[in-house]
Each structure stands twice: as structure tokens, then as C-alpha cells.
């Protein structure tokens, strides 16, 4: 079982055991926290005396419906269940006993028709949400298919995109802020089509044309696309089904100065082709605002072996990278050797 990580990298296990590990997110005291969707739990994990492995660990909550998308705020904890935004205030000093959470919104889509999730804060202080389409193509009502943003304080909220699919990471690139995000295409138009996506937002309201057109120029042949619609093409075409479920700009300066403000991927992997791809962390090379370059880091493919299946990623405090892996519960820590081997040899 052979994972191959580029040139000066090292990859260890930080944490295993849970369940189907999905979206991440660090607190201001370095706790990694850990979404789920089947197994509905919310797991904190802490690395006490920094030695790049978890010494304790504590579930925050469970029974919670599909518990995937999470983001961390001001001290709190925000957990997206079913049509309900949870927060847990003051997380880190209560990893013992979280107490109940505080319900701050309530009106998402849930229940009857479910669709996946992701949250994050942008610069602005608000709570970004996208919300999947509920199906593998169709026209779903609003808020279906859009990334909206919350104020989370006087429940106020504003659609900042619409036509999307599937987006389980989005993050704004650290130069100029601008909102990226990875949209997972349909299913079932054949090994080769149609290709994953990599959006970047330039005008709030744009419409990125899920159900009518996928790609760049993909035309779905159940729905005839509306004489008045202008659609956004992607910034940049994934390989169709490699499952772009994370998507990180690198904060830290641990890794070499190529790899700093650049976007990393989590390719989770295609369930629906006849040979596998993606499987894989890649660094997508940003320039003049444009997808340059797409590069592996990480591969969990052996040959036609998934090792795992990486599914989020988030900069370490120590500027190491964390990957989760919901194949087998993993929780992995990327971090450059050479740069290690030099704070050792400073310390010396």
C-alpha cells in the first residue's frame, strides 16, 4: 500500500478511528475539529505538546444529522445540521463539557430533500453556506444550488452564487480575497465527462450554470438553458470525477515559498469510473488570477488501490497541512522535512 508524496515532503497519521472523517476546521488554540456525515459526530482533537501527534481527544456532539460542514469563529464552534446552524461558544476552554449549543439559524433546506454542505467565514465576518443540489441533475428551488452568506447575528442573508452542483470547499485566495470553489459534476455522461470544476466568484449573483451547462461547455441534455441566463465558466477544468471535495489556500510559511498563497485540492477520488482517478492532494498554481498549473502533492492511488480517500484540508498552526480521509477515518499531517530538519538543527 504505497502513498507517494512529492520531493521533500513527509506524511504522517495524526489521528485515525473516526468514522467518516469530513470538513475541517482549527481553532484559535490549535484544537482540530472534525465533521461527519454518517457517523454524525463532531470530534476535537488536541496536540498538547506539539509533537505533530494527538494526545486527547473528545467528541463535541453526536446523534446530529449529517454533521459534515463546520467552521470555526470567534472562540465558537458552527455546525450545519439538517435546516439548523448550531454554535458552540467558547469550544476550546469546554472541550470536556461543551454544554448545549445555541441554535443561530434555522431555515436552510432539510428534512424531505437532502444536499451537502459546506461552511466557512469569510473576510467580510459572515457565515458563507453552499448548499448542494439534492439530485444528481436537476432545477431545484433556491436556496438549492447557491452559496449564500449569513449574518449570524440578525439572521440576515444574501445569495452570492447560484447554478452550482456540488461544492464541499470553498476558501478566499489570501492576496486578493477573492472567493474560490470546487464544484463536483454530474454523474453518469461517461468516464470522461463532464469535467470537475474550480470557480472563482467576480460578481456576487453570478450564475456558474448547473443544471444547463456543465463545464465549460457540457450541454445538459434534459434541461434547455434559459435565452436570458449568462453563465460563468470555470476558471479551470479538474479531470472529470476526481471528486474535488476540498479546497485550502496554504496560510503557512513551513513549506517552501512556491508552495505559500497557493490552492490546494482534495481530489476524493471517482466512484463511478471504470479505472480510477484523483485520490490525490494537488497544489493548483495561481497566476494573474488564472489556474496555471496543477500539480500532485500527495497520491493515495496505488495503482488501482485507494489508500485513502482525502477530503479536507486546513493549515496546522505550525504550518503543516491536515488532510482528512473518509475511507478510513484518518486524519493525515503533511509537512515539509527540510524545513523541520532546520528548526531542529536551530534548536540544536
Known amino acids: 500500500m504505497m502513498i507517494t508524496v512529492s520531493k521533500g515532503f513527509g506524511l504522517t497519521l495524526y489521528a485515525s ?3 467518516d472523517a469530513k470538513q475541517l476546521a482549527v481553532g484559535d488554540k490549535g484544537t482540530l475539529f472534525v465533521g461527519s456525515f454518517r457517523e454524525g459526530t463532531i470530534t476535537a482533537l488536541v496536540d498538547a505538546d506539539n509533537d505533530g501527534r494527538v494526545d486527547k481527544r473528545y467528541v463535541i456532539a453526536k446523534g446530529l444529522d449529517y454533521p459534515e460542514a463546520i467552521a470555526f ?12 446552524i448550531l454554535r458552540f461558544n467558547q469550544i476550546e476552554s469546554r472541550l470536556k463539557r461543551p454544554g448545549r449549543p445555541k441554535e443561530v439559524y434555522n431555515r436552510l433546506p432539510g428534512k424531505a430533500k437532502k444536499s451537502r454542505r459546506a461552511m466557512r467565514f469569510g473576510p467580510d465576518g459572515r457565515l458563507y453556506v453552499a448548499i448542494g443540489a439534492p439530485c444528481n441533475v436537476c432545477e431545484a428551488e433556491a436556496p438549492y444550488s447557491s452559496i449564500i452568506a449569513l449574518d449570524v447575528n440578525t439572521g440576515e442573508s444574501e445569495q452570492i452564487v447560484s447554478g452550482v452542483r456540488k461544492v464541499l470547499a470553498f476558501d478566499w485566495s489570501v492576496d486578493d480575497q477573492q472567493l474560490w470553489f470546487a464544484d463536483n459534476g454530474r454523474d453518469w455522461m461517461g468516464d470522461n465527462l463532464p469535467p ?17 451547462i456543465h463545464a465549460t461547455d457540457v450541454i445538459e441534455p434534459a434541461y434547455e438553458k434559459p435565452k436570458n441566463l449568462k453563465v460563468v465558466a470555470p476558471n479551470y477544468e479538474l479531470p472529470a470525477h476526481v471528486g474535488a471535495k476540498g479546497l485550502h489556500f ?3 510559511t513551513q513549506f517552501p515559498e512556491r508552495f505559500h ?9 471517482s466512484w463511478n469510473r471504470s479505472s480510477k482517478v484523483g485520490y490525490q492532494v494537488v497544489m ?14 500527495v497520491s493515495f492511488l496505488d495503482g488501482e488501490f485507494p489508500v485513502a480517500r482525502p477530503y479536507s484540508l486546513v493549515t496546522a498552526p505550525d504550518g503543516a497541512m491536515y488532510i482528512s480521509d473518509d475511507l478510513k477515518g484518518n486524519i493525515y499531517r503533511l509537512f515539509y522535512k527540510d524545513s523541520a530538519k532546520n528548526q531542529s538543527q536551530d534548536n540544536d
Open 284 to 297: 493548483l498554481t495561481i497566476e494573474n488570477g488564472q489556474v496555471s498549473q496543477r500539480s500532485t502533492v
Open 261 to 269: 498563497n497557493q490552492m490546494f485540492v482534495a481530489e476524493n477520488g
Open 73 to 84: 469563529n470567534d472562540g465558537a464552534l458552527y455546525v450545519a445540521e439538517d435546516e439548523r
Open 250 to 252: 496554504y496560510r503557512g
Open 196 to 212: 470537475d470544476e474550480i470557480n472563482k466568484v467576480d460578481l456576487v449573483g453570478s450564475h456558474f450554470g448547473f443544471p444547463y
Open 17 to 19: 478511528n473516526l468514522g
